[in-house]
């Protein structure tokens, strides 16, 4: 599978997948409800899991997935 680079809207942490996007939404979708209750706790799941890889590369986007923000955020 090829891995491609992602951001999260809320919040632009850089992450890449590494399983299948039909397994992680499969892996999501299994998370009890009060992890599925926020982006933070399902991408360090999804993270702890193997799944995504976070990218601690210092390279953010903004709500409107601009790249390293914009003028309006």
Same mark, same amino acid.
């Given at each position: ?15 890449? &997948? ?6 992680? !939404?499969?892996? $999501?979708?299994?998370?009890? @409800? ?13 993270? &702890? ?6 990218? !601690?590369?210092? $390279?953010?986007?903004?709500? @409107? ?9």
């Amino acid at each position: 599978m090829e891995q491609r680079d992602y951001f999260a809207k809320h919040g632009g942490v850089h992450f890449e &997948n590494i399983a299948d996007p039909s397994e992680i !939404n499969q892996f $999501v979708n299994n998370l009890p @409800e009060e992890k599925r209750e926020s982006l933070y706790e399902v991408l360090y799941e999804l993270n &702890n899991a193997g799944m995504i890889r976070l990218l !601690n590369d210092g $390279v953010w986007a903004d709500g @409107e997935g601009e790249i390293g923000g914009s003028d309006e955020c």
